[in-house]
């Protein structure tokens, strides 16, 4: 099983990234997935998901700011993020949930964003 992320970089508020995940070793299709990320001296939290059936769920803190997408065909998840905030710089990985029971256990190694002027 293998996570791949990448997109990450620096760039200032108001700016935008584009965090893509490339996976593969497991049967992508049929596997929720999600970001989350991790800021310095925080705690993980989860940033949006996308289940098999295409339903997506935001954070309230990213919330019509970042959209996340899946390409099935293709194994990858991606993550459009616009309007970036200093309060968005973290670490981001992508992660993905293959029991259907909420609990991700397949995890990327992450990509730093930062967001800074």
């Known amino acids: 099983v293998q996570l791949v992320e990448s997109g990450g970089g620096s760039v200032q508020p108001g700016g935008s990234l584009k965090l893509s995940c490339s996976a593969s070793?497991?049967?992508?299709?049929?596997?929720?997935m999600g970001w989350f990320r991790q800021a310095p001296g925080k705690e993980r939290e989860l940033v949006s998901t996308v289940r098999t059936s295409g339903t997506t769920t935001y954070a309230d803190s990213v919330k019509g700011r970042f959209t996340i997408s899946r390409d099935n065909a293709k194994a990858t998840l991606d993550l459009q993020m616009n309007s970036l905030q200093t309060e968005d710089t973290a670490v981001y990985y992508c992660a993905a949930d293959c029991l259907g029971w909420g609990v991700f256990s397949y995890w990327g190694q992450g990509t730093q964003v930062t967001v800074s002027s």
């Open positions: 070793g497991f049967r992508f299709s049929t596997c929720a």
